[in-house]
């Protein structure tokens, strides 16, 4: 059973930093398969971060230059390093993983952790 495990979100003023944790389990880790979203109350889910196929990151416009993606394939795990941080960052986190077969593929999801930034 694949299972990711998210943490290290919190409350944080605006300005400040917050590092999240991805654990993943059940799955051989491929680093290129992970990425981040979020998801704040009354809006859908969006892309914050992932590595791209070929192993590159892909960041949304609204956190490139402040945040960062990185992994360790040897922990099984993938951390969002977040730096300036706005009160629209404020939302649910949540951590994915794709996973691919002979018919396609298929994504897993973490629990999320909040982020809240206060002005």
């Known amino acids: 059973q694949v299972q990711l495990v998210e943490s290290g979100g919190g409350l944080v003023q605006a300005g400040g930093s917050l590092r999240l944790s991805c654990a993943v389990s059940?799955?051989?880790?491929?680093?290129?398969?992970m990425g981040w979203y979020r998801q704040a109350p009354g809006k859908q889910r969006e892309l914050v971060a992932t590595?791209?196929?070929?192993?590159?990151?892909n960041y949304a416009a609204s956190v490139k230059g402040r945040f960062t993606i990185s992994g360790d394939n040897a922990k099984n795990m993938v951390y969002l390093q977040m730096n300036s941080l706005k009160p629209e960052d404020t939302a649910a986190y949540y951590c994915?993983?794709?996973?691919?077969?002979?018919?396609?593929?298929?994504?897993?999801w973490g629990q999320g952790t909040q982020v809240t930034v206060s002005s």
């Open positions: 994915k993983h794709r996973t691919y077969g002979s018919s396609g593929y298929k994504d897993y």
């Open positions: 590595f791209t196929s070929s192993g590159s990151t």
């Open positions: 059940g799955s051989i880790f491929s680093i290129n398969a």
